[in-house]
């Protein structure tokens, strides 16, 4: 079974950091570009940032530029997000997605994990 | 980046209605769009790929159609558990973006 779960999401000052995981299971990890894709209280899903299969291409939106930092470990089949700077605008459930490279869907996402940006 | 804007923002229908959801793209996106159901505290859902492609597990009751810049999807015969917010969202280009979701309520 396809299996995506993530973990390290809580309650954090802003400017404070966060490192989120996410684990995956059951497919070939290193085959598929991996996501992170947020959900902020009362707004709908935004994409965050995409790695690519090989860990050879990163991508982020201009919202969390330069603070967000995605990176993957292939062989323990987890993709992380290093969250730096974190602002209350970040407060969201965090998901990460995955996605055969190219124009294709997100197929597959874990179940979210909250990160609360408040002092 | 490429807008996705999706209408209504919410509808109210009764079991057995036909309803749709329309989502525009700003520029033209060829077929590269998707279409995903979220419920209230679980994770979003694919439902439909490449403008029409039901995804495997989706229920044969919805429908999907377009290409370019508009989209519809259908759902005939509505049914309590069809009671969710859906998103459309583009493939097409980077940054990936999503409409801003349709509220749909079982009356």
């Known amino acids: 079974e396809v299996q995506l779960v993530e973990s390290g999401g809580g309650l954090v000052q802003p400017g404070g950091s966060l490192r989120l995981s996410c684990a995956a299971s059951g497919f070939t990890f290193n085959n598929y570009a991996m996501n992170w894709v947020r959900r902020a209280p009362g707004k709908g899903l935004e994409w965050v940032s995409s790695i690519g299969a090989g860990d050879d291409s990163t991508l982020y939106a201009d919202s969390v530029k330069g603070r967000y930092t995605i990176s993957r470990d292939n062989s323990r089949s987890t993709l992380y997000l290093q969250m730096n700077s974190l602002r209350a605008e970040d407060t969201a459930v965090y998901y990460c997605a995955r996605k055969f490279p190219g124009s294709y869907p997100f197929d597959c996402w874990g179940q979210g994990t909250l990160v609360t940006v408040s002092s | 980046d490429i807008q996705m804007t999706q209408s209504p923002s919410s509808l109210s229908a009764s079991v057995g209605d036909r309803v749709t959801i329309t989502c525009r793209a700003s520029?033209?996106?060829?077929?590269?769009l998707n279409w995903y159901q979220q419920k209230p505290g679980k994770a979003p859902r694919l439902l439909i790929y490449t403008a029409s492609t039901l995804q495997s597990g989706a229920p044969s009751r919805l429908s999907a159609s377009g290409s370019g810049t508009d989209f519809i999807l259908a759902i005939s015969g509505l049914q309590p558990e069809d009671s969710a917010t859906y998103y459309c969202q583009q493939s097409y280009s980077t940054p990936w973006t999503f409409g801003q979701g349709t509220k749909v309520e079982i009356k």
């Open positions: 520029q033209s996106i060829s077929s590269s």
